[in-house]
């Protein structure tokens, strides 16, 4: 049999698994954090990658706190990685410096939230309840950066004068704190650090639509994308000629897909994952649940194997615009990791 064939065959078996859930009349009264702090993001980002750090401690069963030392960073990051939950961090390889320099890390910051825009790239990040500010004030001074002139002005280091700079990534040497709310805002350039603060204090920008934040639910990590750049990022034509011709066999076998409006892939308690895809209408909801149902478990051209190599598809989910496609790794399959990144064939456009 053909993969093409194949992929025909199963149709009749995947689509079973496809749920029509009544459409959502409207935003949840109260957000989930991941929604609460997409909120908060530069309205012009198009991909975010999500951290929440007080779950991943308590997932992989460490209590951290300020004292804790360089070492126990690295058995954070390190528990993080082997269950899938550190992938779309942005302060991993600055880990460790940052608990034993800057008076804040994934030890004890509550959550983290990496935004990429065309012009700027920024980090949002909410305060632990035990994060003293005046603790990091005193250590951002003790590391070299330039302290501002009011509480919610940037701390910058320099480049050429602070060694501090070799040692974290870019995306920290400009810091800005808001005690009276919680929260730390860092960029590479001064025009990310501001823009980030305006955002943050705004908290209605909205880059995604909200089926596929609500959808999404609360994961402990996830990389969300826009519509555009998820058909961009996780393409086909990233992969090499064989593998993206053989992309699209697999796809006109399977149906009709069409653009996507957003995309998130991320890991909850337990490990299991899940995908959301945004359309532009119920219609092509429900028609992409059943074609993607479909790719998702066959052949991965571009990744390798076969998709059921790496999940079982357990559920699929039709809520509005949104399709949710809840995925059971196999034994020591980085889903996340592989998944968030393209080609990958069941969310082409």
């Known amino acids: 049999m053909t993969i093409v064939g194949a992929v025909l065959a199963l149709a009749v078996v995947v689509t079973a698994v496809v ?20 909120a908060m993001a530069p309205p012009d980002s198009v991909r975010f990658s999500w951290t929440d750090w007080t779950g991943v401690r308590r997932e992989v069963g460490l209590d951290l706190d300020a004292a804790s030392p360089g070492t126990a960073v690295e058995d954070l990051l390190d528990r993080g990685f082997e269950e899938d939950l550190t992938a779309t961090t942005a302060l991993g390889s600055s880990s ?36 003293d500010f005046d603790f ?12 501002p002139d009011s509480a919610t002005g940037t701390w910058v280091a320099d480049p050429v004068e602070d060694q501090i700079t070799s040692v974290i990534s870019p995306e920290l040497t400009i810091i800005s704190l808001d ?19 305006e955002a943050g204090a ?49 796809v006109a076998a399977a149906g009709d897909v069409n653009p996507l409006t957003g995309f998130s892939i991320g890991a909850g308690a337990g490990g299991d994952v899940r995908v959301v895809m945004g359309f532009e209408s ?19 051209p571009g990744q390798g194997g076969d998709f059921d190599e790496r999940f079982a598809l357990d559920r699929v989910t039709v809520t509005g615009q949104a399709v949710t496609f809840d995925l059971v790794p196999e034994p020591g399959a980085y889903v996340l990791s592989d998944l968030g990144n393209g080609p990958v064939l069941f969310a082409t456009c």
Do not use: I
């Open 136 to 147: 990091v004030a005193a250590r951002l001074r003790e590391a070299g950066y330039e302290e």
């Open 202 to 250: 705004d908290r209605e920008t909205r880059a995604l639509p909200s089926e596929v934040v609500a959808a999404a639910g609360d994961p402990l990590s996830a990389s969300l994308f826009t519509g555009d750049h998820a058909c961009s990022a996780l393409a086909m034509a990233r992969a090499d000629v064989t593998d993206e011709e053989a992309g699209k066999a697999l």
């Open 19 to 38: 749920v029509l859930v009544q459409s959502l009349g409207g935003e949840d009264d109260e957000r989930t954090r991941l929604a609460g702090a997409l």
């Open 179 to 197: 005690r009276d709310a919680g929260m730390l805002y860092a960029s590479d350039t001064l025009t990310g650090a501001l823009v980030a603060l």
């Open 96 to 131: 460790v410096v940052m608990q034993q320099r800057l008076g804040f890390s994934p030890a004890t910051l509550d959550w983290e939230l990496f935004s990429q825009g065309p012009t700027v790239a920024t980090l949002t990040m909410r305060a632990g309840p035990d994060l």
């Open 282 to 300: 119920e219609e092509q909801a429900r028609t992409n649940a059943e074609t993607r149902a479909v790719l998702a478990t066959g052949p991965a």
